[in-house]
Nanobody, 122 residues
Framework: VQLQASGGGLVQTGGSLRLSCAAS????????MGWFRQFQGQEREFVAA????????YYSDSVKGRFTISRDAAKKMVYLQMNSLTPDDTAVYYC????????????????WGQGTLVTVSS
């Protein structure tokens, strides 16, 4: 299983970025997918998750209304559209996959991609 995240970079406050995650999962459509982030010196925290069907999405309170998670089953891709970014969103973002559901507890997640750094300047 391989999850390849991309799309991070430097953006100004109020700007937008779209993160992408390419998943080499045989049965991609049966996995729940999600995004976590990790601030420097802190543990990984939940950002967003999407059910295997794509019909249910969940967000942390800190990003609700600004971030949108989506998936393209045909391309085996997951996206995180991030709008109205602030310096508080500066972190390394990780793509995650799970055979059941994406727990808000990062230690319970099945698979991880490498991180992609998002830096929001003030």
């Amino acid at each position: 299983v391989q999850l390849q995240a991309s799309g991070g970079g430097l953006v100004q406050t109020g700007g937008s970025l779209r993160l992408s995650c390419a998943a080499s999962l045989r049965s991609f459509s049966t996995y729940s997918m999600g995004w976590f982030r990790q601030f420097q010196g802190q543990e990984r925290e939940f950002v967003a998750a999407l059910s295997w069907s794509g019909s249910n999405s969940y967000y942390s309170d800190s990003v609700k209304g600004r971030f949108t998670i989506s998936r393209d089953a045909a391309k085996k891709m997951v996206y995180l559209q991030m709008n109205s970014l602030t310096p508080d969103d500066t972190a390394v973002y990780y793509c995650a996959a799970d055979k059941t559901f994406i727990s808000r507890d990062y230690e319970r997640v099945d698979y991880w991609g490498q991180g992609t750094l998002v830096t929001v300047s003030s």
